[in-house]
């Protein structure tokens, strides 16, 4: 057991240094139809990535509609009176590489439907690969384990089919953790007893057991309790689809149901779960993918 520990201890922390962030692309525009204007952070991106995209030209009163690769996803303006238009979109930690579309679709001043659309092309994300042998447990559950996962799969997925209507950040995201500036292990493979596992899809800080975890925005927490895999575990809700995670947590602070503000405190740093230290595991969610969390402190929405 102690050599399994160690191997995965050293697994993790021999991935620390990655940082997640992008090499800086050019932003892309389009001129559409009645001088709608759309534009992308950038056209060319890769797996577990943030895109920033924008609407420009519009009146306050028109309404849009958004499809991210055929799938609805929300625009919200940043006030009632903004002539501009805003969304996210994530591209999931496993999405295949090719070229998918941005499309907005909107009705002109007769009535007569008009859509206008960006292609992005996705390029395969550079993940490192691991390949260790422990113990089967960490490998194959019993029943009684396995049931109790699938059980924690429904109810995230539950979680993250419902997009509150609506922004509940104020300002910036931050970091959970006060004094670190970086995370690492965001998409490593790992391949264990011969079996590859689910990517990595979040952003690992080490730190000492009790040290204080903070909400990364303003939001509305909608789990908080102990998972089989992410053992005491915190989701909050900061609208139209975007979604943090933090576990392993040794203690959880909140409750389902409240309304949290920027840096407060959500709960401390622990070893719950199937984990072989302490550390906070970070996560991002936007409409479903899986994104490199750093990404929404690097990338403002």
């Not at 009645?34 to 797996?47: D, E, M, R, Y």
């Not at 943030?50 to 929300?74: C, Y």
């Not at 260790?132 to 993250?160: C, G, H, S």
């Not at 975890?213 to 915190?234: D, P, R």
Request: charged share 20%; net charge positive; proline share 7%.
């Amino acid at each position: 057991m102690k050599k399994v520990i160690l191997l995965l201890i050293f697994a993790c922390l021999s991935a620390w240094p990655a940082h997640g962030k992008e090499p800086v692309q050019a932003p892309v525009k389009k001129t559409c139809d009645s001088g709608i204007v759309l534009k992308l952070s950038s056209a060319t991106t890769s797996q577990g990535s943030l895109l920033l995209a924008e609407i420009s030209g519009a009146k306050t009163a028109q309404e849009f509609t958004a499809e991210w690769d055929g799938r609805p996803i929300p625009v919200w303006r940043e006030t009632p009176s903004s002539p501009k238009l805003h969304a996210l979109l994530g591209v999931d930690l496993e999405k295949p590489p090719g070229h998918y579309e941005w499309k907005i679709s909107w009705s002109a001043a007769d009535g007569k439907p008009l859509a206008c659309s960006l292609f992005v092309t996705v390029r395969a994300g550079k993940f490192p690969t691991e390949r260790l042998t422990v113990e089967n447990q960490f490998v194959q559950p019993d029943p009684e384990q396995q049931k109790r996962a699938e059980e924690d799969q429904k109810k995230m997925k539950a979680i993250y089919d419902t997009v509150t209507p609506e922004v509940l950040w104020k300002g910036k995201f931050v970091l959970p953790l006060k004094g670190v500036t970086t995370g690492g292990n965001f998409g490593r493979r790992r391949v264990l007893n011969g079996e590859a596992r689910s990517p990595h899809a979040g952003v690992d800080f080490p730190a000492t057991a009790g040290t204080p975890v903070y909400a990364a925005q303003s939001g509305k927490v909608v789990l908080a309790e102990n998972l089989y895999f992410s053992g005491n575990t915190v989701v909050i809700d900061h609208g139209y689809g975007i979604y943090t995670l933090y576990a392993h947590l040794s203690e959880i602070g909140v409750h389902a149901g409240d309304a949290v503000e920027t840096l407060a405190e959500i709960g401390k740093v622990g070893a719950t779960g199937r984990v072989t230290g302490p550390h906070l595991h970070w996560g991002l969610t936007i409409d479903h993918a899986r994104v490199n969390a750093l990404q929404i402190v690097q990338r403002q929405p």
